[in-house]
């Protein structure tokens, strides 16, 4: 399933961009005065291959979470049980991303990939939040005493997150975002940034949900030991990803791939959201075309990915929470690029003159 969807992702569709460039030319708008979004709306008509591009409606969160041997190191200050406790917060509705979901009106879709405690479940409705069980693994194991994952289960992990893509896609879907939960989830990232960006862990590595300075420089120092031992090969994604990465990542990896082996636009939030799009860029180059940047982390490594990944993101709040809250914040900004397209008057139709 991997292989198939990889093959599956092509480059975007040069005529479609071009029409679209043509249209923003012709809109009754001073050329160039929506800024990043013209670019964004041409890349959205590439994507589609059709111009205009759909309106990105309905949009869908899918939350993976994971839980991390890496935090016996003591890399962050929460308790383990914290990831299955949000969890329980996501399906009763009560966490940042419900309310942001629902003010922008996206659905929410928890995926347990990897939660190490039994996550605490609320009442199934036929409305709200939904949970898909896929535990792979009750966490991984600690990165930096052997492999987080074996090759099988990061490869389980990504097939579980382009399975969660086709299904939201086949639901109606037309553009997704990525969420994650994830205690001690930061570290890994680190490292996957590291490892795909080939910068020093002191470059990749933050304080994630806000650790002090002892803590900053043990958390350096893990995700540092971590890729001496394994020396990860960037050109190996699944590699890399089993070694020094995590569930919640890998799944991630998976619903990227699979949103642009359809052609549906894949709105990325944090630092979780941009490691894992090094890997699925390293998997499939091409996937960048699919990937809209949501925001810019406040963690360092989000600015060397986005870097990498060519992506410049469309808001930047200092956010550092995580769980898709910066992509849904995002979301009203890529629909407004997508919009212009649909139903701003053209220069010709409305009869204003131009220069
Ligand atoms: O999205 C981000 O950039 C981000 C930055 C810092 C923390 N987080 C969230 O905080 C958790 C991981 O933080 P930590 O310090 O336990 O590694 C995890 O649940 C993430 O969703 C998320
Ligand atoms: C309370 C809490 C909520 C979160 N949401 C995403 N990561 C989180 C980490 C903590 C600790």
Same mark, same amino acid.
């Given at each position: 399933?991997?292989?198939?969807?990889?093959?599956?992702?092509?480059?975007?569709?040069?005529?479609?961009?071009?029409? @679209?460039?043509?249209?923003?030319?012709?809109?009754?708008?001073?050329?160039?005065? #929506?800024?990043?979004?013209?670019?964004?709306?041409?890349?959205?008509?590439?994507?589609?291959?059709?111009? !205009?591009?759909? #309106?990105?409606?309905?949009?869908?969160?899918?939350?993976?979470?994971?839980?991390?041997?890496?935090?016996?190191?003591?890399?962050?200050?929460?308790?383990?049980?914290?990831?299955?406790?949000?969890?329980?917060?996501?399906?009763?509705?009560?966490?940042?991303?419900?309310?942001?979901?629902?003010?922008?009106?996206?659905?929410?879709?928890?995926?347990?990939?990897?939660?190490?405690?039994?996550?605490?479940? *609320?009442? *199934?409705?036929?409305?709200?939040?939904?949970?898909? =069980?896929?535990?792979?693994?009750?966490?991984?194991?600690?990165?930096?005493?052997? @492999?987080?994952?074996?090759?099988?289960?990061?490869?389980?992990?990504?097939?579980?997150?382009? &399975?969660?893509?086709?299904?939201?896609?086949?639901?109606?879907?037309?553009?997704?975002?990525?969420?994650?939960?994830?205690?001690?989830?930061?570290?890994? *990232?680190?490292? #996957?940034?590291?490892?795909?960006?080939?910068?020093?862990?002191?470059?990749?590595?933050?304080?994630?949900?806000?650790?002090?300075?002892?803590?900053?420089?043990?958390?350096? =120092?893990?995700? &540092? @030991?971590? $890729?001496?031992?394994?020396?990860?090969?960037?050109?190996?994604?699944?590699?890399?990803?089993?070694?020094?990465?995590?569930? =919640?990542?890998?799944?991630?990896?998976?619903?990227? #791939?699979?949103?642009?082996? &359809? &052609?549906? !636009?894949?709105?990325?939030?944090?630092?979780?959201?941009?490691?894992?799009? $090094?890997?699925?860029?390293?998997?499939?180059?091409?996937?960048?075309?699919?990937?809209?940047?949501?925001?810019?982390?406040?963690?360092?490594?989000?600015?060397?990915?986005?870097?990498?990944?060519?992506?410049?993101?469309?808001?930047?709040?200092?956010?550092?929470?995580?769980?898709?809250?910066?992509?849904?914040?995002?979301?009203?900004?890529?629909?407004? @690029?997508?919009?212009?397209?649909?139903?701003?008057?053209?220069?010709?139709?409305?009869?204003?003159?131009?220069?």
């Amino acid at each position: 399933m991997l292989e198939t969807t990889i093959a599956a992702i092509g480059p975007l569709d040069e005529p479609a961009m071009a029409a @679209a460039r043509d249209l923003q030319g012709r809109l009754t708008k001073p050329a160039g005065s #929506l800024g990043a979004l013209e670019e964004l709306s041409v890349r959205l008509a590439g994507l589609a291959g059709t111009c !205009p591009p759909p #309106l990105p409606e309905p949009a869908a969160v899918a939350i993976f979470a994971g839980d991390h041997g890496v935090h016996a190191q003591g890399v962050t200050p929460w308790p383990q049980e914290v990831t299955a406790q949000m969890i329980g917060n996501f399906l009763a509705g009560g966490a940042v991303v419900n309310a942001f979901a629902r003010q922008a009106g996206a659905s929410v879709t928890v995926v347990d990939v990897g939660v190490a405690t039994p996550p605490v479940t *609320a009442p *199934a409705a036929d409305t709200g939040p939904r949970l898909v =069980e896929a535990n792979i693994r009750r966490g991984t194991r600690d990165m930096t005493v052997e @492999a987080a994952l074996t090759r099988a289960e990061a490869r389980a992990a990504v097939e579980t997150g382009i &399975r969660v893509a086709g299904d939201l896609i086949d639901a109606g879907a037309g553009i997704l975002l990525t969420g994650d939960m994830g205690i001690g989830n930061t570290t890994p *990232a680190a490292a #996957l940034v590291a490892a795909f960006g080939g910068v020093d862990p002191a470059e990749a590595t933050g304080r994630g949900t806000g650790v002090d300075d002892p803590t900053y420089r043990r958390k350096i =120092e893990v995700v &540092r @030991a971590a $890729l001496r031992r394994h020396a990860p090969d960037p050109a190996d994604p699944l590699g890399v990803l089993a070694t020094v990465g995590g569930l =919640e990542h890998a799944a991630l990896a998976g619903l990227i #791939l699979g949103a642009a082996a &359809r &052609r549906v !636009p894949v709105l990325l939030d944090g630092v979780i959201a941009v490691s894992a799009a $090094l890997a699925a860029a390293a998997f499939a180059p091409h996937a960048t075309g699919a990937m809209v940047a949501g925001h810019r982390s406040a963690e360092p490594g989000a600015t060397v990915a986005l870097h990498r990944l060519g992506l410049t993101p469309l808001i930047d709040l200092g956010l550092r929470l995580g769980e898709g809250t910066g992509a849904l914040l995002a979301l009203p900004v890529v629909t407004g @690029a997508v919009r212009v397209l649909h139903e701003v008057a053209t220069f010709d139709s409305a009869g204003v003159a131009e220069k």
